[in-house]
């Protein structure tokens, strides 16, 4: 599934510092360019913990607006909670249509499952040991340390596409409208997989699913007029 760009649409991007790394926040600020304008930019944190100084270093630099939350408790996380405050005061001010979730903490989950049922989406950033409960909660998820390594290598590396994918894959091809030939549209099919699986091709190494779809034995695809897409089981 593709979601297109629309002009003047604002977005949010919401870091959980303690939880991100901040060499992922440019891949981060690049995929949100799917969603709208990221005009809205706030990491939270603890600023006189050493463990943030990476941050602290860049705020200035991509404009980002540190909001300062002391640990008065042992134990307790009052990061995550003013996350949580000021993502539903956003959400409930009408000005936002959509959200960037960077962290890797369960604890966002029902944040995330709230913005989705008023309409609008999340796209969350975290890493390979973000808990599943949060990268479902999420319109998408993508793993951006995977992103990271890959740059840091020098060069693109995709990851295989599990079986379980392939299936999710094959079973919303056949539920999705088909033609004579038995093609169907991958905008289709990549509706019903992303109401079945919180994904995006980018944290397999590829750039959009359709690149995805090519890569694997199991399909086949087709380029029509208007440059529109459709792919068919083969096996």
């Given at each position: 599934m593709t979601i297109t760009p629309r002009e003047g649409r604002n977005i949010a991007l919401l870091v959980d510092a303690d939880n991100a790394s901040p060499r992922?926040?440019?891949?981060?600020?690049?995929?949100?360019?799917?969603?709208?304008?990221?005009?809205?930019?706030?990491?939270?944190?603890?600023?006189?913990?050493?463990?943030?100084?990476?941050?602290?270093?860049?705020?200035?630099?991509?404009?980002?607006?540190?909001?300062?939350?002391?640990?008065?408790?042992?134990?307790?996380?009052?990061?995550?909670?003013?996350?949580?405050?000021?993502?539903?005061?956003?959400?409930?001010?009408?000005?936002?249509?959509?959200?960037?979730?960077?962290?890797?903490?369960?604890?966002?989950?029902?944040?995330?499952?709230?913005?989705?049922?008023?309409?609008?989406?999340?796209?969350?950033f975290g890493s390979d040991k973000t808990p599943e409960g949060f990268r479902q909660a999420c319109t998408r998820f993508i793993d951006l340390s995977r992103i990271a390594d890959e740059e840091e290598a020098g060069g693109k590396q995709t990851t295989s596409v599990d079986d379980e994918m392939v299936k999710l894959l094959g079973d919303a091809w056949k539920g999705s409208k088909r033609d004579d030939g038995g093609f169907a549209s991958l905008d289709e099919v990549g509706q019903r997989v992303g109401n079945l699986k919180s994904f995006d091709a980018r944290s397999y190494g590829f750039s959009r699913l359709s690149e995805m779809i090519e890569s694997l034995p199991n399909f086949v695809t087709e380029r029509r007029e208007g440059g529109k897409i459709f792919m068919k089981r083969v096996r």
């Open positions: 992922d926040l440019e891949p981060a600020l690049s995929i949100l360019g799917d969603l709208g304008s990221v005009n809205i930019r706030r990491a939270y944190g603890n600023w006189k913990k050493p463990a943030l100084s990476g941050w602290a270093k860049i705020v200035h630099r991509y404009a980002i607006e540190p909001q300062q939350q002391f640990d008065i408790t042992k134990g307790k996380n009052a990061t995550d909670m003013k996350i949580t405050i000021d993502a539903m005061d956003l959400l409930y001010s009408g000005r936002v249509d959509g959200f960037g979730l960077m962290t890797s903490d369960s604890d966002f989950m029902p944040v995330a499952m709230r913005i989705r049922q008023e309409g609008l989406p999340v796209y969350g």
